[in-house]
Nanobody, 123 residues
Framework: QVQLQESGGGSVQAGGSLRLSCAVSGVTITSAHMAWFRQAPGKEREGVARVNADGVSPIISTGVRDRFTISRDSAENTLYLQMTNLKPEDTAMYYC????????????????WGQGTQVTVSS
């Protein structure tokens, strides 16, 4: 059974940093395509960062490209999202997601989701 558990969210002031973690069980992350999404109140969910199973050429959303980094630790079977220079507009629930096939587009087709971790950035 595949399970994803996010952690690392919290409240920070603008300009601060956070690192989100997504611990994965039931599948090896190097055999899966994984991504971070976020959803702010009243807004649609959006893809933030993605890394494919081969770990090559991660995709970062244009709006956060200079501030967010996606990485993974295969030994820990954990996905990370390093967020720097946070802005109030980054406030959202952040989710990690996983799929084991190439089905769907860059930000679709994910079969497994975590419960989310809240990030709140104050000005």
């Amino acid at each position: 059974q595949v399970q994803l558990q996010e952690s690392g969210g919290g409240s920070v002031q603008a300009g601060g940093s956070l690192r989100l973690s997504c611990a994965v069980s039931g599948v090896t992350i190097t055999s899966a395509h994984m991504a971070w999404f976020r959803q702010a109140p009243g807004k649609e969910r959006e893809g933030v960062a993605r890394v494919n199973a081969d770990g090559v050429s991660p995709i970062i959303s244009t709006g956060v490209r200079d501030r967010f980094t996606i990485s993974r630790d295969s030994a820990e079977n954990t996905l990370y999202l390093q967020m720097t220079n946070l802005k109030p507009e980054d406030t959202a629930m952040y989710y990690c997601a996983l799929k084991t096939t190439w089905a769907g587009g860059v930000w679709s087709g994910f079969d497994y989701w975590g419960q989310g971790t809240q990030v709140t950035v104050s000005s």
